[in-house]
């Protein structure tokens, strides 16, 4: 096991071009990145699934208004660490005042 794990936040600015996803997948992989967060993937929650592949899986992804964020991990981190992993409700935009009804 390594000593160390690698993470990646990346505005990749649209993920719904074909060239664009290789070149994302290429990019983790020369890096080796064991956990990846991209954001402004743009995608929709049924495209998402479409992009793990046989190293990295989906962990979380979350969506408001097309401009999703994922997150990342690599079949063998997730062999080799122990961790928990939850979801928290989106309750809407924070900065948004609510409307009194």
């Not at 408001?64 to 961790?83: A, G, N, V």
Request: charged share 20%; hydrophobic share 30%; with cysteine.
């Amino acid at each position: 096991m390594a000593n160390s794990i690698s993470f990646l936040s990346w505005n990749v600015r649209g993920l719904n071009v074909l060239q664009k996803r290789l070149c994302t997948w290429d990019v983790l992989q020369r890096h080796k990145i064991e956990i990846a967060m991209l954001q402004e993937t743009h995608l929709l929650e049924t495209d998402v699934y479409k992009m793990q592949n046989n190293i990295y899986r989906v962990v979380t992804f979350s969506s408001f208004s097309k401009k999703s964020i994922i997150s990342y991990e690599t079949q063998d981190l997730r062999k080799s660490c122990q961790y928990n992993c939850c979801k928290i409700p989106n309750r809407g935009n924070p900065y948004k005042p609510q409307q009194s009804e």
